[in-house]
């Protein structure tokens, strides 16, 4: 596991090596920041108020983005993403990266890729996205994905999630569901259940198919200052935990001017 995940990390810092052809093609990138009442992903719950980070870049369809959650909570889950892949003209594409989540691993060390202590889910992805939806599905590979019955057996979590985008009322609205189509990994986590302390079975999604995310957005967009402040609330559920979320957030975009702020009457 070890020498194949150095193989991959010496490939991925090689591909993206500066080179005379990128100096003299446009390279594009943003970043931006949310800051959000729950911390909420895929179905899972991993804390309260958070801060959510994403930077991105792009050459010729191309790209590598890096994302994350942070609570305000030390006891809360934190959530590290890295993906790298590309976007094809037409609406395809494809990619590969890490999803890492805190907790696994007693010290939580992020260069810690023992399969069954790290952190790491390793996943390839591949989707879809017209002007009418978003179709995008995400299975692990490698890392800590298996099975806490069977520590031999690799479950491949698979998260498939559709969304689709709809203007209604002057707000944007985003209809999302994502489900799962078998079994994902597991482990044993230690929770009190009626007064007496147990070690219950925990999925990353679920124990096979079902839905685990329903989502229901709308964002407004904020004029500030000539810029554009997002601002969402969105209704989060879990049908398969059986879990409901009322939660806000706003997003910072630097640089992001609005348009119309400048225009003459």
Known sequence: MKRTLLKTVLLLFVALMPSASWAQDNVEGDIQLDLTSKNLWRGLTLGGPSIQPKAEVRWKGLYLNAEGATSFDSNDRERIGVQLGYRAPFGLNVGFGSQWLSGFDDLNRYFHFEDHETGHHFEANLGYTCRYFSLQAYTTLLGNDFNVDDS?????????????????????????????????????????????????????????FTCVQAVLRATKDLHVAGYELPVYVELNTNPYTEKAAIMAGITLKPFQKHHGCCKKK
């Open 152 to 208: 031999e057996k690799r479950c491949y979590s698979t998260y498939v999630e559709l969304a689709v985008p709809f203007r209604l009322g002057g707000i944007d609205w985003q209809a999302r569901a994502g489900i799962t189509p078998f079994e994902s990994s597991s482990w044993r986590e230690a929770m009190v259940v009626n007064n007496k302390d147990e070690k219950l079975k925990q999925f990353l999604y679920a124990d096979g």
